[in-house]
């Protein structure tokens, strides 16, 4: 079970703060990598930040300092957190899971369904 179920999203005005979530089914012998990406109107999906299974974060230089993701384990549940909010933030959210480890139900890749997070001037 991998489905990943987004929530979270809405309109803004800028400088405004907003929280993505999506929850996943996790394994407890299985070891997970999770990412959000975005994708606005007439361009291409980028990334947008990511945890690996050791906790490690990494964000794209047009969020550092803005955006926080997180995960809560005991939900099973990935966060992003974002404030300052601009209107180039205007796109849909999706997060992903990359799944690893010894069972071959863990060694899988999975996408949510996109939330849209509109920012106005």
């Known amino acids: 079970q991998g489905q990943l179920v987004q929530s979270g999203g809405g309109s803004v005005q800028a400088g405004g703060a907003l929280r993505l979530s999506c929850a996943a089914s996790r394994y407890s012998d299985c070891r997970y990598d999770m990412s959000w990406y975005r994708q606005a109107p007439g361009k291409e999906r980028e990334f947008v930040s990511r945890?690996?299974?050791?906790?490690?974060?990494s964000y794209a230089d047009s969020v550092t300092g803005r955006f926080t993701i997180s995960q809560d384990n005991a939900k099973q549940t990935l966060y992003l957190g974002m404030s300052s909010l601009k209107p180039e933030d205007t796109a849909i959210y999706y997060c992903q899971t990359v799944g690893r480890g010894p069972y071959f139900f863990c060694r899988n890749e999975y996408w949510g369904q996109g939330t849209q997070v509109t920012v106005s001037s």
């Open positions: 945890i690996d299974s050791d906790g490690r974060t």
